[in-house]
């Protein structure tokens, strides 16, 4: 029911800066947590950030806290991802996630966007 769709991804040198987008479509999000989630290869998928649709509130993993911050446009239906001072670790396949309705930052997601790949060079 719930579309997302992830934009913003590229190359990166390391200590630089990107911004991701999660546009999302088709149902209400007011009681929503938005999450980003990244995967390097062969490694698991890992909580990154996540936010409140309502309130705001944000959520952050500690390899990324104090470098990337997460917000929300209601009125554009998008979520963001602010990743400043890149490192090669950083490097993965980032995904959007959203819950039906209340839940917990980390989950568990009820839908996921496609993923854009973000990579940080050395």
């Known amino acids: 029911q719930v579309q997302l769709v992830e934009s913003g991804g590229g190359l990166v040198q390391a200590g630089g800066s990107l911004r991701l987008s999660c546009a999302a479509s088709?149902?209400?999000?007011?009681?929503?947590?938005m999450g980003w989630f990244r995967q390097a290869s062969g490694k698991e998928r890992e909580f990154v950030a996540a936010?409140?649709?309502?309130?705001?509130?944000?959520y952050f993993a500690n390899s990324v806290k104090g470098r990337f911050t997460i917000s929300r446009d209601k009125a554009k239906n998008t979520v963001y991802l602010q990743m400043n001072s890149l490192k090669p670790e950083d490097t993965a396949v980032y995904y959007c996630?959203?819950?039906?309705?209340?839940?917990?930052?980390?989950?568990?997601?009820?839908?996921w966007g496609q993923g854009t790949q973000v990579t940080v060079s050395s």
């Open positions: 996630a959203a819950t039906r309705g209340p839940g917990t930052p980390r989950g568990p997601y009820d839908y």
């Open positions: 088709g149902r209400t999000f007011s009681s929503s947590i």
């Open positions: 936010v409140t649709w309502s309130g705001g509130s944000t």
